[in-house]
Each structure stands twice: as structure tokens, then as C-alpha cells.
């Protein structure tokens, strides 16, 4: 089993995106999706949470009010919907499942037992 995003692409300043992750197996007790992210020269950066049972959602500040995560368990999916995309969100985006993945309301960073990856999908952002 491997996970897969897809959806990346270019796209200017202002501009929007869905990614989507695919690969893995919704019947997990306490899956936990989450999506990160690695610029050139950067560490790998996790952005975003969804737990798959309830769809309850986490985000680090640099995305939060400009990208949504979500699920469809009709199709087994999760969805990333970036709107307002910068040029510094420009990166190869991953999503990853594990049985922990969390945004502290303490300081902001997001902390994970991610185990299961993918291959990525690249967002360019540029005019």
C-alpha cells in the first residue's frame, strides 16, 4: 500500500489548487491523515491534519484560512484545497497516514506518527 497525491501543477499568485491523496485504508482505528510539504532547500514542513473518523481538522498558521483539508469516505479520498496560493508555497506536497497527527494550540507546530508516505505532486506558484 502506498499513498499517492496528485493534482499539483503551476499556478500564479492568488490562484487555487485541490490535491488529493489516495493509497490508503480508511478502516484504520485512528487514521490520521496529514499534509506536508518541502521547498528546495527546506525541511519537510506538515501543514495540515484530518482524522478520517471524524473529520476534524488542524492547520499551522502559515496555511490556516487559505487551505482546506477534507474527506470523501465515498471514495476514499482527502482533499487539500489551497486558495490564495504565494509564491512561498511553492513545494513538493505529500500526504502521509499514521495513527497521530496534530496542530498544538501551544506553539503552533504539528506533531506526527506519520509512518505511511507517498509520493508527492508539485505546486509551483509563480507569475
Known amino acids: 500500500v502506498q499513498l499517492q497525491a496528485s493534482g499539483g501543477g503551476l499556478v500564479q499568485p492568488g490562484g487555487s489548487l485541490r490535491l488529493s491523496c489516495t493509497g490508503f485504508?480508511?478502516?484504520?482505528?485512528?487514521?490520521?491523515i496529514g499534509w506536508f510539504r518541502q521547498a528546495p532547500g527546506k525541511e519537510r514542513e506538515g501543514i495540515s491534519c484530518?482524522?478520517?473518523?471524524?473529520?476534524?481538522?488542524s492547520y499551522v498558521d502559515s496555511v490556516k484560512g487559505r487551505f482546506t483539508v477534507s474527506r470523501d469516505s465515498s471514495k476514499n479520498m482527502v482533499y487539500l484545497q489551497m486558495n490564495n496560493l504565494k509564491p512561498e508555497d511553492t513545494a513538493v506536497y505529500y500526504c502521509?497516514?499514521?495513527?497521530?497527527?496534530?496542530?498544538?494550540?501551544?506553539?503552533?507546530?504539528?506533531?506526527?506518527?506519520?509512518?505511511?508516505w507517498g509520493q508527492g505532486t508539485q505546486v509551483t506558484v509563480s507569475s
Open positions: 502521509g497516514a499514521g495513527d497521530y497527527c496534530s496542530v498544538s494550540d501551544y506553539n503552533g507546530l504539528l506533531y506526527h506518527k506519520i509512518d505511511l
Open positions: 485504508r480508511s478502516t484504520v482505528d485512528y487514521l490520521k
Open positions: 484530518i482524522t478520517w473518523s471524524d473529520g476534524s481538522t
